[in-house]
């Protein structure tokens, strides 16, 4: 069925490094994508979001890569924190669907010091 | 600005219980949805309201009734709570229903016995 998806449950990183956490999606109406950042006992928090007329945007140490040919959806972080330990989640919006996003299961990046 | 905010924190019900889960926002939007998070899963949803005076099913609203009392406010009801409602439940809001980032509440941590 349609579904967006990580490839990765979990990825740990040193402190310095960059981080890369990948997301798979099926529906190639899919038009806006959206990666939120939640750490424990916290609501998800946004991150960056890209449209589909893009393939990269950039923000303060994140971009996100969006690869339609292949339907897949990246999120880079530069220079990993460990306050970026955290559980990162990938979200689309399937073209009419006003609104209503559909979230991939998530995955846990540690970040050792 | 609080942002999105949800009362109560925590809940432990019995099973038949009935409760409310209130939710308000202060950012004047008019968009606002209502999640539910399980282990191991992203979010899913359960009800939106795509603006003032409307509502409409998600993927998941079996058991869930909801209420947009104002523009503000949209709560989440359990007329009969099960053990299969234990979870976390994540309030979100957006200005409009298209390509905007959701903003979510700290959650409830909803559990059935």
């Known amino acids: 069925g349609e579904s967006v998806g990580l490839h990765l449950p979990t990825l740990s990183v040193q402190e310095g490094d960059n981080s890369i956490i990948n997301c798979a999606y099926s529906?190639?109406?899919?038009?806006?994508f959206i990666w939120y950042k939640q750490e424990s006992g916290k609501g998800p928090q946004f991150i960056i979001d890209i449209r589909s007329n893009m393939d990269k945007r950039q923000g303060q140490r994140v971009t996100v890569l969006l690869n339609k040919t292949v339907k897949h959806l990246s999120l880079q972080i530069a220079a990993t924190q460990p306050g970026d330990s955290a559980v990162y989640f990938c979200a689309e919006k399937r073209g009419t669907s006003y609104g209503k996003l559909t979230f991939g299961q998530g995955t846990i990046l540690t970040v050792h010091p | 600005n609080a942002g999105v905010t949800q009362t109560p924190k925590f809940q432990v019900l019995k099973t038949g219980q009935s409760m409310t889960l209130q939710c308000a926002q202060d950012m004047n939007h008019n968009s606002m949805y209502w999640y539910r998070q399980d282990p191991g899963m992203g979010l899913r949803l359960i009800y939106y309201?795509?603006?003032?005076?409307?509502?409409d099913k998600g993927e998941v609203p079996n058991g869930y009734n909801v209420s947009r009392l104002n523009k503000r406010e949209f709560s989440l009801r359990l007329e009969s709570a099960a053990p299969s409602q234990t979870s976390v439940y994540f309030c979100a809001s957006s200005r409009d229903r298209g390509m905007d980032e959701q903003f979510f509440g700290p959650g409830t941590r909803l559990t059935v016995l």
């Open positions: 309201s795509a603006s003032e005076g409307t509502t």
């Open positions: 529906n190639s109406a899919s038009d806006y």
